[in-house]
């Protein structure tokens, strides 16, 4: 079967600027979380929606904000663009929720910010 | 808050040459330990999920244990195949706890 798909998979930006990326689950899959992965700080946690609502955040500002759809695809947006969000983006799905780990990875959508 | 600390931060080794990658923790209340393999420019796969103390895990060459306060992946016999990124992350036991990964070990195996 099909697995995560996220888009774009690469993308430049500049400073100020919004960017939205996208990531369709493994069919079936209602959870879907988003973690941002840089060289120095590792993976780390964005947020988590189950069933279109949010079920989870982590520490990042406002201007990351995400939403899921009916058909549990999802979006993440990052407003007002900073050089130090330029990273690799994975998008994971899993059947029921973060909560049993067993997550299923997107290849990423890289985003450098200029 | 939940912590995780991977060591060493690379690892080469000769093929055939068998080792362990180390991850240590800190969590209030284990849920799960898990772990993943990354491969350049692809996200990571997962590998095993360990949930209490003793629990172990095989799959080819690879094997997880798990104690109270640290997990092992033991590599056996390992292949230039097996050259990747190595990630482990815990979650915790309350309601919505999230993944808190380690930093990763990267593991180069020479022919």
């Known amino acids: 079967k099909a697995g995560v798909t996220q888009t774009p998979r690469y993308l430049i930006k500049t400073r100020g600027q919004q960017v939205t990326l996208s990531c369709s689950p493994i069919s079936g899959h209602r959870s879907v979380s988003w973690y941002q992965q840089t060289p120095g700080q590792g993976l780390q946690f964005l947020f988590e929606y189950f069933s279109e609502t949010q079920r989870n955040k982590g520490n990042f500002p406002g201007r990351f904000s995400g939403r899921q759809f009916s058909n549990s695809r999802s979006e993440m947006n990052v407003s007002t663009l900073e050089l130090g969000d330029s990273a690799l983006y994975l998008c994971?799905?899993?059947?029921?929720?973060?909560?049993?780990?067993?997550?299923?990875f997107g290849e990423g959508s890289r985003l450098t910010v200029l | 808050e939940d912590q995780v600390t991977q060591s060493p931060e690379a690892l080469r080794l000769q093929e055939g040459e068998s080792s362990s990658l180390n991850c240590s923790y800190t969590?209030?209340?284990?849920?799960?330990l898990f772990w993943y393999r990354q491969d350049p420019g692809k996200g990571p796969e997962f590998l095993f999920t360990l949930y209490s103390a003793g629990e172990e895990k095989e799959k080819e060459r690879l094997k997880a244990t798990l104690t109270k306060k640290e997990s092992f992946l033991h590599i056996t016999a390992p292949k230039p195949e097996d050259s990747a990124t190595y990630l482990c992350?815990?979650?915790?036991?309350?309601?919505?706890?999230?993944?808190?990964f380690g930093k990763g070990i990267t593991l180069s195996v020479r022919p």
């Open positions: 969590v209030s209340g284990l849920r799960g």
């Open positions: 992350a815990v979650q915790g036991a309350g309601a919505n706890s999230k993944l808190t």
């Open positions: 994971a799905s899993s059947l029921t929720s973060v909560n049993t780990g067993e997550l299923f």
